[in-house]
């Protein structure tokens, strides 16, 4: 991309920048919607020095950075609306296919094994999958039958969530346990009726269910072996002590302890943690370690590692983004992933590693496959990129490392209490490959005119209705970090600070306050206050 008629001011101290006014760039093909020679939107600015926390406030009103480049897309202009998406990293829970792709990553490290499955592409080595084809359906609750609205069983959630665990489990365990579970209701109860008499509270005939609506409500439910088990323990305890044991009292506490021991031995869902962090057996074939190196080449790790990391950017950008040697090279690594505004920070209440951009390598066997290159912020880790080794796209990098971002980021929360976002970058609705991000749930989406945080849930509906969408129902809310001052907004002006007041009093030439204006409206009245626009 080429920049055309650009406007040149300067940002320095807190950020020292150049900043650009709204600008036309010329594409011949959005990389999004594929239409052909359109415009895109948006303002930005050279970074050369920025803190974490100008950072954080400037994506909370979205900015991203590329490199020192950071940028804000002109949302109601642009041919593809870019919200910021974060995910609710505390909250956070796996999805079917979350799952799929942590236990490929075990099986192979585990015993080798390598997915058969079609490799998946771009973006992030791609959640396509999770995103069911990009098709969202979306229903009000009046469209709702109160059948969709009952709870599943815990017992069939539970085989659900474990059917990979289950499924082999053969028939006669099944009958087995049939057996059991009559016998020990047969044993709690010297009053229920016979097996062969059902009791009347059973005897209500269920009317089979249609094709494809649920379970058949005439079978038991799948229950786990180590359940089973369980309840066998406490059945076989039952009828030792029933026989020397008698009156319905003490029945009754025998079968009060059942009831408890069965409900605390129900299974709860299984955190990320629980997926990426299950001991390896010591016969496992690979190793696969995770390093997390600032970007420094004061650093001994990061100079150590640079060039076999810039050769597998090469690598990467060639095969899957189809680049040329020269687009890929040392010089184009560094200035897009190594580069970085970031001033590292080590406050005492921070996490342990600080704050700052980092680059966190998958080292798999003594060798470099993947980057997942991120900033610490103090309430987030912000995803800038990742880039991985081809031959390994079977393993799903991009959503491994997705979620080893997230849990990364729930790790940093211990000892960060502020810390407990984790942001994906921007979705865009209107480009169905960009889609998946919104899988990764809870999620909001950053409203753009009064910049505050929507679940996605509310979003979706009204962006399959327009491509730009302000999310915020309230007609009468703001931005509340609108410029209401101008005056105030600091400059450096030869080498001394001021307000622009005082600024424009002293200026010759012709008035700047329009450029000024935009600069301010864009970065909010805290970031100007606390940001020097430079001015020659």
């Known amino acids: 991309m080429s920049l055309r008629d650009v406007y040149s001011c300067r940002v320095s101290c807190v950020v020292l920048c150049n900043f650009y006014r709204t600008r036309y760039i010329f594409v011949l093909t959005c990389s999004c919607c594929c239409q052909s020679n359109v415009l895109l939107f948006l303002s ?260 150590s590692s640079f060039n076999q990391s810039a050769l597998l950017f090469a690598k990467y950008q060639m095969a899957i983004h189809k680049d040329t040697p020269s687009e890929c090279g040392e010089n184009e690594f560094t200035r897009f992933l190594c580069d970085s505004p970031l001033e590292a920070e080590n406050p005492p209440n921070g996490p342990e590693c600080g704050y700052g951009s980092f680059h966190q390598q998958y080292w798999l066997d003594g060798k470099i496959i993947a980057v997942g290159v991120i900033d610490i912020l103090p309430y987030c880790v912000s995803s800038v990129y990742l880039y991985y080794d081809p031959d390994y796209s079977f393993l799903s990098l991009g959503v491994y490392s997705a979620l080893r971002e997230i849990a990364f980021t729930r790790q940093l929360h211990e000892k960060a209490p502020d810390l407990c976002f984790y942001y994906m970058g921007f979705y865009i609705h209107s480009c169905p490959k960009m889609r998946y991000k919104g899988q990764y749930r809870p999620s909001d989406l950053l409203c753009p005119e009064t910049y505050v945080w929507t679940p996605i849930e509310q979003c979706l509906p009204l962006l399959e209705l327009s491509k730009y969408s302000r999310f915020n129902q309230d007609a009468k809310a703001v931005d509340e970090d609108h410029i209401k001052e101008l005056g105030r907004v600091r400059v450096l002006h030869k080498r001394t600070v001021m307000p622009y007041s005082v600024y424009k009093k002293r200026r010759k030439g012709p008035s700047d306050e329009a450029s000024v204006q935009q600069y301010a409206s864009l970065v909010g009245q805290t970031c100007s206050e606390r940001m020097l626009l430079f001015r020659s």
């Open 44 to 303: 930005g600015m050279w970074a050369h020095s920025m803190t974490v926390q100008d950072y954080q406030d400037l994506i909370d009103r979205g900015w991203r950075r590329s490199g020192k480049y950071v940028y804000k897309p002109i949302m109601n202009q642009t041919c593809c609306p870019q919200y910021t998406i974060r995910c609710q990293a505390l909250h956070f829970q796996t999805s079917k296919s979350h799952k799929k792709v942590l236990k490929k990553m075990l099986k192979f490290i585990s015993k080798g094994d390598v997915s058969k499955a079609a490799n998946e592409e771009e973006p992030m080595d791609s959640h396509i999958e999770d995103a069911v084809s990009c098709d969202f359906v979306h229903r009000s609750e009046s469209h709702v039958s109160e059948a969709e609205l009952t709870p599943l069983n815990e017992d069939h959630a539970d085989r659900v969530e474990n059917e990979d665990e289950d499924k082999g489990e053969s028939k006669e365990e099944v009958n087995e346990k049939k057996a059991e579970l009559g016998s020990l209701q047969m044993c709690g109860d010297k009053d229920a009726a016979a097996p062969a008499e059902p009791s009347p509270s059973t005897q209500t005939v269920h009317a089979p269910p249609k094709p494809g609506k649920g379970a058949d409500l005439s079978k038991p439910p799948c229950r786990k072996a180590k359940d089973i088990r369980r309840e066998r323990k406490l059945q076989k305890l039952l009828q030792n002590q029933k026989c020397t044991l008698e009156g319905s009292s003490l029945q009754a506490e025998h079968q009060a302890l059942l009831m408890q021991s069965s409900k605390s031995t129900t299974n709860q869902p299984k955190s990320i943690e629980d997926f990426i962090f299950v001991p390896l057996p010591d016969d496992a074939l690979h190793k696969l370690e995770v390093r997390l190196v600032p970007v420094s080449f004061e650093d001994p790790q990061f100079k």
